[in-house]
């Protein structure tokens, strides 16, 4: 009796090494809870995600859904030659916003900076849906370089000679 070795799973993180399973489920009305029908349905350029205008038959209501893939899962940070853990979008967030704490709009700009960021760094990566620690250093910087020239030299200063 031949038998298959269940897959060992990493203490830290436990879902690293489970099957991807992939499930349609119909999107609830946000009002009355019934099944809605997508009206409109059109790409995202920032996100890479897609927008959909859906409508509910049963209330009539019509609603906006943004939906796009879940970086926080998906992508690992590779720091130095072996260290690999998932990205923390919420540090990559705060450096950010420290760095431009300086300006009134800092909470405004930040989010739609650090997503910048992200992308930037995950379109000019290698390996798909890994992104070296250096690497998203630098196009930080180079994002915040084109905003804010104060916010680069800040951001620069501070963190990335931790690195």
Not at 77 to 84: D, F, R
Request: charged share 25%; with cysteine.
């Amino acid at each position: 009796m031949d038998e298959t070795p269940s897959p060992v799973l990493h203490p830290r993180y436990p879902l690293a090494f489970s099957l991807p399973s992939c499930q349609y489920v119909d999107m609830e009305c946000i009002y009355c809870g019934h099944k809605t029908s997508v009206e409109n349905s059109r790409p995202t350029t920032r996100r890479r995600g897609v927008w959909r205008r859906r409508h509910c038959k049963a209330c009539g209501a019509t609603f906006t859904t943004r939906e796009s893939a879940e970086l926080t899962t998906s992508i690992m940070v590779l720091s130095g030659e072996t260290s690999l853990e998932p990205l923390q979008r919420d540090e990559v967030l705060a450096s950010i916003y420290e760095s431009c704490k300086h300006r009134p709009d800092a909470i405004k700009v930040c989010g739609p900076l650090c997503d910048t960021s992200i992308d930037s760094a995950l379109r000019s990566s290698k390996t798909p849906g890994l992104i070296e620690h250096k690497h998203l250093l630098a196009t930080v910087h180079e994002v915040l370089q084109r905003f804010d020239a104060y916010a680069a030299n800040h951001y620069e200063a501070y963190f990335m000679k931790r690195a």
